[in-house]
């Protein structure tokens, strides 16, 4: 069975540049999530969805970062623009529903120069 | 808000020997899930364990058992007869019913052969 994909797996940009990180959650989970995994804060929710719809975008830190579910089996998160601070390993994960297991995908390790 | 407290930042255990990791959250529910995470060094986010609050009975997976006490707030995570390939960064995570995963700070097991 595939697990939830992610891509891509690195991205190096320059400042000031639009990021576009993508997800594809395990066939039939209805929540997804993406994750900010730093050295200095740890692993940190960005935001979270279920049914498609954000339900929790608390996480996010400020206006550049945003988030979409256009449909079941995708999801994007997009910087603009970014920022050398924003350098950090993104993680989607998805569940079967809210209560239930996260699974993680293998992350999208973003530098910002 | 919820805490969770890992206050071993690295351990280490000889091949086939038990190692203990230990957590402690903080909250004032009485439904909610625990986790243990282990991430290798590919940054994979792989579940352990789980532990349902309203069960007693400590989970156990192979090599893998929780010590869950309610009452004090502790779930530490022992591992039986260590592997070389049980080398990684262990994370315990709380969540409330419906609600996101909050992570510990984690810790960096080591296995010495």
């Known amino acids: 069975d595939a697990g939830v994909i992610q891509s891509p797996r690195h991205e190096v940009t320059e400042m000031g540049q639009e990021v576009t990180l993508r997800c594809k959650p395990i066939?039939?989970?209805?929540?997804l999530f993406w994750y900010r995994q730093t050295m200095m804060r740890g692993l940190e929710l960005l935001i979270y969805?279920?049914?498609?719809?954000?339900?929790?975008d608390s996480g996010m830190p400020e206006d550049r970062f945003s988030a979409k579910m256009p449909n079941a089996s995708f999801s994007t998160l997009k910087i603009q623009p970014s920022e050398p601070r924003d350098s950090a390993v993104y993680f989607c994960?998805?569940?079967?529903?809210?209560?239930?297991?996260?699974?993680f995908g293998p992350g999208t390790r973003l530098t910002v120069l | 808000a919820q805490t969770v407290t890992q206050s071993q930042p690295e351990m280490s255990v000889q091949e086939a020997e038990t190692v203990t990791l230990s957590c402690t959250y903080d909250t004032s529910e009485s439904d909610y899930y625990l986790f243990w995470y282990k991430q290798p060094p590919s940054r994979q986010m792989i579940l352990v364990i789980r532990?349902?609050?309203?069960?007693?009975q400590n989970a156990t997976e192979n090599r893998f058992s929780v010590n869950f006490q309610k009452a004090a707030k502790s779930f530490s995570l022992k591992i039986s007869d260590s592997q070389l390939g049980d080398a990684a960064m262990y994370f315990c995570a709380y969540r409330k019913r419906g609600n996101k995963l909050v992570f510990g700070a984690g810790t960096i097991l080591r296995v010495k052969s």
């Open positions: 969805f279920n049914n498609n719809v954000p339900i929790d």
């Open positions: 532990q349902e609050a309203y069960k007693q």
């Open positions: 066939s039939g989970h209805n929540s």
């Open positions: 994960a998805s569940s079967p529903s809210l209560p239930d297991t996260q699974y």
